[in-house]
């Protein structure tokens, strides 16, 4: 072989074990609690009432350079919902809404990422909840990542999305059926 | 006659046993009815809070009973009681004292299970204590439903035996506990 057929093999090579290296799995710090899901919902139609999911767990793949590439899995300790009134919260927990003896835990896996204008993610996948699996599709932005100062390396995102109680079995608590999940997501990479 | 004798209850014991059956029956009711009632129904906030106050005011009245009978024993059983009858009064009596103290601790539990205070018709309040129970509403909650269903048995039992004694035996147990013993 020659050196001319040699170069462009060893750069597609390089730039493929590049390419591999970067995408970088990463693993949400719930650990350190530096991601959070956050729910709230309409009160009478007066107001917001919100609340928070205490304990979950997740990871993802994420490469800045290539964000269709993306996948992301969670799972939600449903029981952790914490409204801050121990009262509303057992009734939240209780068969009125997500039966969580029955449907202990939720779940969320993406199926396809697809970057849009101005930074943002569109991240569809499947939301398991209260037994009910149902494709979602979460308004996702990445926020920053880089080195901590501990030695790590960290990527962090926020995302929206509107879910409706009756699409997922439950009865509509709330005027408007719907409830807003926020979530904020940093994760360590591996 | 205020206080009790061997033979008799003194008016005292008859008003707070009388009291203790009006709210603890009242209490399974309201109970019962307030978790039927939808979030929009204009009871939905006030049910559950005189629940909780009368709930606190109970538990006074039981404490104070018991430690009446420490210095005001109760009448003794009549002596037509046979055996049986009076080793299973006993141990109904007992068992309504524990079962509506822990009734009511449970229920407690679940109200404060956030940190919360329980505010006694706004009159004075009970703070929280124990809140570090993972899942404690929901678990104080479903023991508060088991144990408060268990005291109605036993206040069923209690009331068909009075009646028993009354028509059946035509003794004066009752009619002790009514004040009007010949």
Same mark, same amino acid.
């Given at each position: 072989?020659?050196? =001319?057929?040699?170069?462009p093999f060893?750069?597609a090579?390089?730039?493929? +074990?590049v390419?591999? %290296?970067? #995408?970088?799995?990463y693993?949400?710090d ?9 729910? =709230?919902f309409n009160? /009478? ?7 928070t999911?205490?304990t979950?767990s ?6 800045? %350079?290539?964000p269709? #590439? ?10 952790? /919902?914490?409204?801050?009134? %121990? ?17 202990? *835990?939720?779940?969320f ?6 970057p ?10 499947? /939301?398991? /909840?209260h037994? +009910? ?5 979460i ?7 880089g ?7 960290? #990527?962090g ?6 879910l409706?109680? +009756? ?6 608590f709330?005027? *408007?059926?719907?409830v807003?999940l ?8 591996q | 006659m205020?206080?009790n ?13 009388w ?12 109970g019962?009815w307030?978790? $039927?009632? @939808? ?6 906030? @006030?049910?559950p809070q005189?629940?909780? $106050?009368?709930?606190?005011?109970? !538990?006074?009245?039981?404490v ?6 420490l ?8 002596? $037509?009681?046979?055996?049986w009858e009076?080793?299973?009064s006993?141990?109904v009596?007992w068992s309504?004292?524990?079962l ?6 449970l229920?407690y539990?679940?109200?404060? !299970?956030?940190?919360? !205070?329980? $505010?006694?018709?706004g ?22 439903y088991?144990?408060a ?7 069923g039992?209690?009331?068909l035996a009075?009646?028993?004694h ?17």
């Amino acid at each position: 072989m020659s050196k =001319k057929t040699i170069s462009p093999f060893l750069l597609a090579t390089l730039f493929l +074990v590049v390419g591999n %290296a970067t #995408a970088a799995d990463y693993v949400i710090d719930t650990e350190g609690a530096h991601a959070s899901i956050n729910f =709230k919902f309409n009160h /009478l139609g007066y107001s917001w009432l919100s609340g928070t999911y205490k304990t979950f767990s997740g990871n993802f793949k994420w490469d800045a %350079a290539k964000p269709e #590439a993306t996948v992301i899995n969670v799972e939600v300790d449903v029981n952790s /919902l914490d409204s801050n009134h %121990a009262e509303r919260d057992k009734h939240i927990r209780s068969d009125d809404f997500l039966d969580v003896k029955k449907y202990p *835990t939720a779940k969320f896996d993406s199926t396809s990422v697809t970057p849009i204008k101005d930074n943002k993610l569109l991240v569809k996948g499947n /939301l398991t /909840l209260h037994g +009910v699996t149902k494709e979602i599709v979460i308004d996702a932005r990445p926020v920053g990542e880089g080195e901590d100062p501990w030695g790590g390396y960290r #990527a962090g995102f926020e995302g929206t999305v509107t879910l409706n109680t +009756v699409d997922f079995g439950m009865p509509g608590f709330v005027p *408007t059926n719907q409830v807003h999940l926020e979530l904020l997501i940093e994760g360590v990479r591996q | 006659m205020l206080k009790n004798t061997d033979s008799q209850y003194g008016y005292f014991n008859i008003m707070a046993h009388w009291l203790t059956a009006v709210i603890v029956i009242g209490l399974f009711c309201l109970g019962i009815w307030m978790i $039927s009632l @939808d979030y929009y129904h204009p009871w939905y906030k @006030d049910a559950p809070q005189i629940h909780r $106050s009368l709930g606190i005011l109970l !538990a006074l009245l039981i404490v104070l009973r018991l430690l009446l009978r420490l210095f005001m024993p109760v009448p003794k059983p009549l002596a $037509s009681l046979k055996r049986w009858e009076r080793i299973t009064s006993v141990l109904v009596h007992w068992s309504m004292y524990g079962l509506v103290l822990i009734t009511i601790i449970l229920g407690y539990l679940i109200s404060t !299970a956030d940190g919360r !205070a329980i $505010s006694v018709f706004g009159w004075f309040e009970i703070p929280a204590t124990l809140t570090s129970i993972p899942q404690q509403a929901d678990l104080a909650g479903e023991l508060h439903y088991y144990f408060a269903v268990t005291l109605l048995i036993l206040v069923g039992i209690h009331a068909l035996a009075a009646i028993k004694h009354h028509f059946i035996d035509k003794d004066t147990t009752l009619l002790r506990m009514l004040g009007r013993e010949r």
